[in-house]
């Protein structure tokens, strides 16, 4: 491939400030995903008194809580983390998109990287395997994404 002029994010989360927002609904398994992502945040030169850990009832709370974070000015980045397992009715449908929306939604109107690290399965089974098991951790990989997004942004200088 030709040498041309490449934007790309270093992974040093040294001295960035991220907010963790996550949900209580599934929390054995959500609780692996904040464990992944404050892993992954650490190991990557992260300060513990950096990261802020928000709870909130549910996958569908997560947009307003957001965007209420993303409002403080406070954080480099977003960390969204939850669990929607497909049950008997629709209402992982109604849940999954509007929390998928939502969250989209709240990022590029406020300018902040959101890292969307919410499961959205069919069974358990699946889930298990995607909070640390044999399909990786969806909290590490949000993490990542977000503090990729961070450095990137830094070199995007606003346009004059
Ligand atoms: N919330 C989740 O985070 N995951 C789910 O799987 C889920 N299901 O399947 O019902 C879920 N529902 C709760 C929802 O997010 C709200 O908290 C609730 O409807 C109250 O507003």
């Given amino acids: 491939m030709s040498q041309i002029r490449t934007i790309e994010g270093h992974l040093q989360a040294e001295g960035l400030k991220f907010a963790l927002i996550a949900s209580r609904f599934n929390d054995f398994i ?3 995903l904040i464990s992944g992502a404050v892993d992954y945040f650490l190991r990557h ?3 513990q008194e950096n990261l802020t850990l928000i709870r909130v009832p549910g996958a569908f709370e997560m947009p307003l809580i957001a965007k209420k974070t993303a409002a403080q000015n406070q954080y480099s980045g977003l960390v969204c983390l939850g669990a929607v397992i497909r049950g008997a009715t629709p ?3 109604f849940v999954a998109a509007e929390v998928a929306k939502g969250l989209a939604q709240i990022s590029l109107e406020s300018g902040l990287p959101l890292g969307f690290g919410i499961l959205t399965t069919d069974t358990l089974e699946q889930a298990i ?3 640390g098991s044999k399909a990786g951790n969806k909290g590490v990989e949000a993490s ?3 503090l990729e997004a961070v450095r990137v942004l830094e070199q995007l200088s606003p346009a004059s």
């Fill in 30 to 32: 959500v609780d692996k």
């Fill in 45 to 47: 030169g992260a300060e």
């Fill in 91 to 93: 209402h992982f449908d």
């Fill in 129 to 131: 395997e995607r909070a």
């Fill in 144 to 146: 990542q994404a977000v």
